[in-house]
């Protein structure tokens, strides 16, 4: 073996034994994993808004025709699949701990896998406007936007039970109303 093999053996050993650039998770939360845990449900929540109110937008485009739902059906298409991409961006927190941390990396997965679905819905849209009379681009679109709604529902559900598994509570993580203390 020659010197350059050596030290590019030695290089390749001592970044390995370095680790990779990824923070340590502690396995024990933090004092502020709740707040951490709230400000990364709503980071999330937030980045799922704009490949929501595209497939919102839907109804109404198809009331207006055609040509206008193909252009609204191609905007969330492109839009879901930057969300897709969006969701794994996101950081999150080491001080929730191991266990939440795990449990949000999950439901990153999920959600990311769901607006996924919810773009190639949208795409079999766009299949099914361009080639209308091919049965197999309306059940390709049937079945995204099945595949879509269940993966919503369960990206939701795991989102909150990770930020609430890290203390908050559905109030805090605005799925209820506050409630008024003072009546009794």
């Given at each position: 073996?020659?010197?350059?093999?050596?030290?590019?053996l030695a290089?390749?050993?001592?970044?390995?034994?370095?680790?990779?650039?990824?923070?340590?998770i502690?396995?024990?939360p933090?004092?502020?994993?709740?707040?951490?845990?709230?400000?990364?449900?709503?980071?999330?929540?937030?980045?799922?808004v704009?490949?929501?109110?595209?497939?919102?937008?839907?109804?109404?485009?198809?009331?207006?025709?055609?040509?206008?739902?193909?252009?609204?059906?191609?905007a969330?298409?492109r839009?879901?699949?930057?969300?897709?991409?969006d969701?794994?961006?996101?950081p999150?927190?080491?001080?929730?701990g191991?266990?939440?941390?795990k449990?949000f990396?999950?439901?990153?997965?999920?959600c990311?896998?769901?607006?996924?679905?919810?773009?190639?819905?949208?795409?079999?849209?766009?299949?099914?406007?361009?080639?209308?009379?091919?049965?197999?681009?309306?059940?390709?679109?049937?079945?995204?936007?099945?595949?879509?709604?269940?993966?919503?529902?369960?990206?939701?559900?795991?989102?909150?039970l990770?930020?609430?598994?890290?203390?908050?509570?559905?109030?805090?993580?605005?799925l209820?109303?506050?409630?008024?203390?003072?009546?009794?």
């Open positions: 073996m020659n010197l350059k093999c050596l030290s590019g290089l390749c050993l001592s970044l390995a034994a370095c680790g990779s650039n990824e923070k340590e502690p396995e024990e933090s004092a502020t994993a709740k707040v951490d845990a709230i400000e990364y449900f709503q980071h999330l929540s937030t980045k799922l704009p490949c929501d109110q595209a497939g919102k937008n839907l109804g109404s485009a198809a009331q207006d025709g055609d040509v206008a739902f193909f252009n609204a059906a191609t969330m298409a839009i879901c699949l930057s969300t897709h991409k969701i794994k961006e996101i999150i927190p080491a001080s929730v191991n266990t939440v941390h449990q990396e999950d439901a990153a997965e999920v990311s896998n769901a607006y996924l679905a919810k773009w190639a819905s949208a795409d079999a849209m766009v299949d099914a406007l361009n080639e209308p009379d091919k049965i197999s681009h309306k059940a390709e679109m049937q079945n995204a936007a099945n595949d879509a709604a269940q993966g919503i529902a369960a990206c939701e559900a795991a989102l909150v990770a930020a609430m598994n890290a203390g908050a509570t559905a109030e805090e993580l605005g209820t109303q506050p409630t008024d203390k003072s009546e009794g």
